[in-house]
């Protein structure tokens, strides 16, 4: 029988890949940090990393969307705090206002700092978080609010989903035969001559949420899931979603006899045009009959004042609500990070490899092929016998 070096090196080429692939199987093991490259190897193991993988993913993702969720949060607290500060200020100036020694100079100069704070409420709930506006329920595209120089018309902006233009509400407060003051929806058209929006529709605009599945509740009742939207007009009507939906401010005699309208008229932004509008018409009575009775001003203030302090109470629950929301996320954030390293701990236990193990492999493998290639070295001479026919 003869051996020729083609045989040897068939044989001896076959055994060097063999070696090279056992070197390249353990350099990926200690790379990848798996001991499995497929399920064939493993195929209970493979299957339940896939299982434990997927959760992990997820689990990561829900982490991500929580942090853009608590910015969100708390961009839309530190709204409902402005309003709520503006509105204490607001009652300080009132009380000064309803001082009997407060001159007309003086309440001419309170009158326009009580404007200015009420454009600055309706600012607040214009706020944008990453060019969407926060106030704005399903739609964060559409700037919510704009107010009228005097302070007495408020507009709101709404498109609902399945519409591409807004619909617009038009407010007006305005002096009612008791002396009290009340928004007014206003009908017609608006400037671009569509028709405004009726109170049926703006309801509609105030059940709105938007209910976000991070690990809290149960996606089969999405009650149990966090409501992620405040809307503006529920800000300034003190009615949330779930109040709205259970039919508070639908002006059922059978129910809430009140409207939102009713609502809307003891919010804070009403409260403080009433105020506006109540030192105004003094001033003018002042400047045209010369009649400095204080008396049909007094009483609106007076009156104002006591509301405004149930007002404060109402913006205090959204504030709380929000905080309660804000601090439900960050528990949230720490339980998800928990589940997280426990989930990859359980990978690693199920299909991660030893690392010390791994090297030590990686390293006997890579000497057996360098002494491979240097046996293969030595078989390099040709035999007579490889040029014998």
Do not use: C, W
């Amino acid at each position: 029988m003869r051996v020729t070096n083609a045989a040897t090196y068939r044989n001896f080429t076959t055994s060097v890949n063999d070696v090279h692939f056992a070197l390249n199987k353990s350099m990926n093991k200690v790379s990848s940090g798996e001991r499995y490259e497929n399920a064939a190897e493993s195929p209970l193991a493979y299957y339940e990393g896939n299982r434990i993988d997927s959760q992990h993913q997820d689990t990561i993702t829900k982490k991500a969307l929580l942090k853009d969720i608590q910015n969100r949060i708390y961009q839309q607290e530190l709204g409902v705090k402005n309003v709520q500060k503006l509105l204490t200020e607001a009652e300080d100036r009132v009380l000064y206002a309803n001082t009997a020694t407060t001159t007309d100079t003086a309440l001419d100069t309170t009158r326009s700092a009580l404007l200015q704070e009420m454009h600055e409420m309706v600012n607040s709930l214009n706020t944008q978080y990453e060019n969407f506006y926060i106030y704005g329920g399903n739609d964060v595209s559409t700037p919510p609010f704009s107010l009228s120089s005097d302070g007495m018309t408020l507009t709101y902006r709404h498109t609902f989903p399945g519409e591409s233009d807004p619909t617009e509400f038009q407010m007006e407060l305005v002096k009612q035969g008791d002396n009290s003051y009340k928004y007014q929806l206003k009908t017609g058209q608006d400037s671009s001559g569509n028709p405004l929006g009726g109170e049926k529709d703006l309801i509609r605009a105030m059940k709105e949420q938007g209910r976000v599945d991070i690990g809290y509740g149960d996606i089969r009742d999405h009650s149990t899931l966090l409501d992620t939207y405040t809307g503006g007009m529920n800000v300034l009507t003190g009615l949330t979603s779930d109040a709205v939906r259970a039919g508070a401010g639908a002006g059922d005699p059978t129910g809430d006899p009140k409207s939102v309208m009713d609502y809307l008229s003891e919010g804070p932004l009403a409260l403080v045009g009433r105020s506006v509008h109540a030192i105004g018409e003094y001033l003018d009575q002042v400047k045209t009959t010369g009649n400095n009775d204080r008396s049909a001003m007094s009483k609106v203030l007076s009156d104002t004042i006591t509301d405004m302090s149930v007002s404060e109470h109402n913006i205090s629950s959204f504030y709380a609500d929000l905080g309660n929301k804000y601090r439900l996320i960050d528990n949230m954030d720490e339980k998800l990070t928990d589940l997280a390293n426990s989930l990859q701990q359980q990978y690693t236990d199920k299909l991660g490899a030893d690392p010390y193990e791994s090297i030590m492999e990686m390293y006997n493998n890579n000497y057996a092929y360098n002494a491979a290639l240097r046996v293969g070295s030595q078989l390099m001479g040709s035999s007579l016998f490889d040029f014998m026919s």
